[in-house]
């Protein structure tokens, strides 16, 4: 079954850089869209970044200029590098992937996945 780990989470402080990694493992896929979405207490999960199989990238206002996205299609795995951090960046970050073939499995059929989530908490 596919997975996506996720890992490069944890604290630092403001101003500081953090630099996420999620790897794809199991089931060989293609994925169409890979990315990153985070939510913060109290809040809905938003939509970072991301960035297509072609190499086209999306970012939030809040985030563009600071975080860059990229991907390795031949690793399956997408990146998200984070600089000039601030405490509003705090939040629980998902590796999102949405693959081009459905994928049946025991619990049904799915072309869409989610890592666990990664912290990233970002101190004054």
């Known amino acids: 079954q596919v997975q996506l780990v996720e890992s490069g989470g944890g604290l630092v402080q403001s101003g500081g850089s953090l630099r996420l990694s999620c790897a794809a493992s199991?089931?060989?896929?293609?994925?169409?869209?890979m990315g990153w979405y985070r939510q913060a207490p109290g809040k809905q999960r938003e939509l970072v970044a991301a960035?297509?199989?072609?190499?086209?990238?999306k970012y939030a206002d809040t985030v563009k200029g600071r975080f860059t996205i990229s991907r390795d299609n031949a690793k399956n795995t997408v990146y998200l590098q984070m600089n000039s951090l601030n405490p509003e960046d705090t939040a629980v970050y998902y590796c999102?992937?949405?693959?081009?073939?459905?994928?049946?499995?025991?619990?049904?059929?799915?072309?869409?996945?989610w890592g666990q989530g990664t912290q990233v908490t970002v101190s004054s």
């Open positions: 999102h992937a949405r693959a081009t073939i459905v994928v049946v499995t025991s619990d049904g059929e799915k072309d869409e996945y």
């Open positions: 199991g089931e060989i896929l293609t994925f169409s869209t």
């Open positions: 960035v297509s199989d072609g190499g086209n990238t």
